[in-house]
Nanobody, 127 residues
Framework: QVQLAESGGGSVQPGGSLRLSCVAS????????LAWFRQAPGKEREVVAG???????GYADSVKGRFTISQDNTKNTLFLQMNPLKPEDTAMYYC?????????????????????WGKGITVTVSS
């Protein structure tokens, strides 16, 4: 099973930026989905963005135009560039993965459910 490790979280003022990274290790697969989720205090976990092995990308409406998901296949690393950040972006952010589906542009890859999760990293946006 794939292991996921997040980094890059921290505290930032509203309007600022952060870039999260997630390194994937373990079982090598050719078809996969990597995604970011977040969970704010007292709220349910929600998807932020996802990208599959064919390059299809999906975003939650709340982050469209502000966050950018990307990947470096040579380093098995997923990124999430976040700016401008808002106080409502404060949450624990998780990297997640699933594998083996016939991914298409019509269905966000994270809709299939995730098989592996990182431990999470904190992002705090506050003045």
């Amino acid at each position: 099973q794939v292991q996921l490790a997040e980094s890059g979280g921290g505290s930032v003022q509203p309007g600022g930026s952060l870039r999260l990274s997630c390194v994937a290790s373990g079982h090598t697969v050719t078809t996969y989905c990597l995604a970011w989720f977040r969970q704010a205090p007292g709220k349910e976990r929600e998807v932020v963005a996802g990208i599959d092995s064919d390059g299809h990308i999906g975003y939650a409406d709340s982050v469209k135009g502000r966050f950018t998901i990307s990947q470096d296949n040579t380093k098995n690393t997923l990124f999430l560039q976040m700016n401008p950040l808002k106080p409502e972006d404060t949450a624990m952010y998780y990297c997640a993965a699933n594998t083996g589906y016939a991914y298409t542009a019509e269905v966000p890859c994270y809709d299939y459910g995730m098989d592996a999760w990182g431990k999470g990293i904190t992002v705090t946006v506050s003045s």
